[in-house]
């Protein structure tokens, strides 16, 4: 059994201000996805991409992500409890967002810039996709830091007595969820975007890869505590949001390979 490091979740307090690791872990999260597609821009000059251009991107991606994510905690997690106290919606400091409804929100920022700017939707969402795990990584690394969303039990060597979780190990999932759906999948999608893909293929990847990984996890993650499981003892609800993902995914693969010559800039 290992011991939890048992970090304060606030990284620095100045009285009036307490910044927090999770705050912070957003900030890494946007700040190395910018320098990534900066870097990706300025070396290959083929894919049409400028600085403003990108920062432009990583501006609208970010608002997708805060507001969706934000929205999809409330929605698919705690909805009564947020209808019942309405303010708490707004209280992002304390935690609370979900990667479905970031996802969402950053799909709808996409299609808004894309829009705005006039590009084809999966020429935009294809060239930030790879970039995404980076924030999911650091995000698990706030979740574990914060001893939220911890796994099953365990007897398993690695297992962790998290605070407030009882007194037997667990799974510390954040991490599995760090290094698969953070490191592994932006690895994959970062060597598998250098070359020239059909349209959609990266997009269509991400969503398999996420979808697959997450939904692994979930099978030693434990469910929140007021939802629980939805079947049996294993369909979580975040394997459930994972499915259309699932099936999206690998319909865009099946499409983006269908379509012979049609690739990204």
């Not at 609208?60 to 019942?84: D, H, M």
């Not at 760090?178 to 690895?187: I, N, R, T």
Request: net charge positive; charged share 15%.
């Amino acid at each position: 059994m290992l011991k939890f490091p048992d970090i304060d979740p606030i990284a620095l307090d100045l009285g009036v201000l307490q910044i927090r690791w999770y705050g912070i872990s957003y900030v890494c999260g946007i700040m190395l996805a910018w320098y990534l597609l900066a870097y990706r821009a300025r070396n290959k000059v083929e894919l049409g991409w400028s600085a403003n251009q990108v920062g432009d991107l990583i501006y609208y991606g970010t608002l997708g992500v805060i507001v969706g994510g934000r929205l999809g905690s409330v929605i698919f997690y705690n909805l009564p409890y947020y209808l019942a106290n309405p303010l708490d919606i707004l209280k992002v400091w304390q935690g609370g967002m979900s990667f479905h409804g970031g996802l969402i929100g950053v799909m709808f920022a996409i299609w808004f810039y894309a829009r705005k700017f006039e590009r084809r939707f999966f020429d935009v969402s294809d060239f930030l996709i790879p970039v995404v795990p980076v924030g999911l990584f650091f995000g698990r690394i706030a979740n574990f830091i914060n001893a939220e969303l911890w796994g099953a039990p365990t007897t398993l060597p690695w297992g962790m007595v998290f605070p407030g979780a009882g007194d037997f190990p667990r799974h510390p999932s954040q991490l599995y969820e760090a290094a698969l759906e953070g490191l592994v999948l932006f690895f994959l999608l970062w060597f598998y975007s250098a070359r020239h893909q059909p349209r959609m293929a990266v997009t269509g990847s991400f969503l398999l890869g996420y979808a697959f990984f997450r939904s692994l996890v979930e099978l030693v993650r434990q469910p929140d505590a007021h939802i629980g499981y939805l079947i049996g003892d294993w369909l979580t609800m975040g394997q459930l949001l994972s499915l259309p993902m699932l099936l999206a995914g690998l319909t865009m693969l099946i499409i983006a390979y269908q379509r012979k010559g049609t690739t990204t800039k």
